[in-house]
């Protein structure tokens, strides 16, 4: 009956097929008793295709989303009002671009390094070690009295403690998904982020009053620290996933090689500009929400944003995490690039007068977030196998790094010098710059895709 043959496997079934037998008995498939093992196939279908029967959603991969979300509540509440501390002991807006940048380059030359620590040593060893670094950074913030060495320092430990977070839990989860449900289960995992990011800047206000303590901002510290027992828990709990290689050179050259073979192209810029955009409610919101005095009438701005961003960013990438997939995920991609931008133009109305409409750029930073990370995310993983799945991720959180780190510092001083209106325009103009060179290189792909269907489509016809 078939034109190959299938075979059971630990983690499903694998259809071998012949080239050229995959148009010729699609029907049969269908008509087949095995049919509900089976996915629909993409047009690019070739010798081999595996189709799990097993779910994503299982055990391992709860406790991975759930550790998420307690680890994003506290990464954010320390995140959102760092800058606050940086002002606590003098520093403007360029002081906190500066150190949030220069903090950054400890993220972005250990991103190599953690990616092959997780193949060859495991998603959960690493991510364990990445809790340790985070905590040692929080907690050394509380020898921090001045804008000194120390304070970049503390700065960088956080930094290098949530790459290692986020690469091995990213990793993790693409072992744990079927192929064809990878952006699904990034896109979920990033909702626990988002969830994490709803409640997690008030946190922060719900501990710092308007004085701003130097105690308060101790409690922050600590108190973010206890709140980690939670999701170190869960990780501990947590089981490798089958297809995790356990080996593989920790050389920092082998990475540049892996990089180098399995390149993913343009969609690295558009990662580096998600970088860049992630600056603004990240790192400049709050000095701009207390620079401009843009106070809420019974209500704290800074947490309405986040509130906003986060919540509805989430519901989107819940109600749509198929949608990548079935879709299109460069379509997908360039709409939320699109709309980031709108979201970056849209922050130039909000000023003291109108504090409320600060809900506006969180609807649409919100949107483009949820829709570009998952997404572009997916896309660059695509060219990496399983045995060099943490080099891939950690090759795409080098580009986020890259354009975080120039984004704080440069747009740092630009709000510094000219003002953050300029700031808000050179992140449209970047995010669209990006996303029209991305589209122009993906035409090609499109057109090859339409001729495969085209091709299919006639030789269906004549089965």
């Given at each position: ?291 401009s005095a843009i106070i809420g ?80 995310t997916s896309l660059f993983l ?21 354009g975080a780190v120039g984004g ?56």
């Amino acid at each position: 009956m078939w034109d190959g043959r299938a075979e059971e496997s630990g983690r499903g079934l694998r259809l071998i097929i012949r080239p050229g037998g995959l148009a010729n008995h699609a029907v049969r498939l269908q008509q087949s008793p095995l049919r509900r093992f089976f996915r629909p196939a993409s047009p690019s279908t070739s010798i081999s295709t595996i189709v799990s029967a097993e779910r994503l959603y299982d055990r391992n991969f709860n406790f991975a989303f759930l550790s998420q979300v307690g680890f994003a509540l506290v990464n954010t509440a320390l995140l959102a009002h760092y800058p606050r501390w940086i002002a606590h002991h003098g520093g403007a807006v360029d002081a906190a671009g500066w150190i949030t940048g220069t903090a950054s380059i400890a993220g972005l030359l250990l991103r190599p390094v953690i990616g092959q620590w997780v193949d060859r040593f495991g998603a959960r060893t690493i991510w364990l070690s990445g809790y340790a670094f985070f905590s040692v950074g929080s907690l050394s913030n509380l020898l921090v009295h001045d804008l000194g060495w120390s304070i970049y320092v503390c700065r960088a430990l956080l930094v290098v403690g949530a790459a290692v977070i986020f690469s091995s839990s990213l990793t993790y989860v693409t072992h744990l998904a079927p192929s064809d449900r990878r952006a699904e289960a990034i896109g979920t995992l990033g909702a626990a982020a988002f969830l994490g990011i709803v409640f997690g800047p008030l946190l922060g206000d719900l501990v710092l009053s308007a004085e701003r303590t130097r105690a308060e901002f101790e409690s922050l510290f600590v108190g973010g620290v206890a709140l980690l027992v939670i999701p170190v828990g869960l990780v501990t709990m947590l089981r490798p996933a089958e297809s995790e290689p356990g080996r593989g050179s920790v050389r920092i050259v082998e990475f540049f090689r892996t990089s180098r073979r399995h390149w993913p192209g343009t969609v690295v810029l558009l990662q580096i500009t998600f970088g860049v955009c992630t600056t603004v409610p990240f790192v400049f919101l709050t000095k701009f929400v207390d620079d401009s005095a843009i106070i809420g009438d019974g209500f704290s701005t800074v947490s309405l944003f986040f509130m906003v961003y986060a919540g509805w960013g989430m519901t989107l990438r819940v109600i749509f995490r198929r949608t990548p997939d079935r879709w299109g995920r460069r379509k997908v991609l360039l709409l939320g690039a699109t709309v980031m931008a709108s979201g970056m133009l849209s922050f130039l109305l909000v000023d003291a007068e109108h504090a409320g409409w600060i809900v506006m750029p969180a609807l649409l930073c919100g949107t483009g977030h949820s829709l570009m990370y998952h997404t572009c995310t997916s896309l660059f993983l695509d060219t990496f196998p399983p045995d060099v799945r943490g080099a891939g991720s950690g090759l795409s959180m080098v580009a986020l790094d890259l354009g975080a780190v120039g984004g704080a510092q440069v747009l740092g001083e630009v709000a510094f010098r000219l003002g953050y209106d300029l700031l808000f325009v050179i992140v449209a103009g970047i995010t669209v710059l990006a996303a029209v060179v991305y589209a122009m290189s993906s035409v090609p792909v499109w057109r090859e895709r339409r001729r495969d269907a085209s091709k299919n489509e006639l030789r269906d016809q004549g089965a």
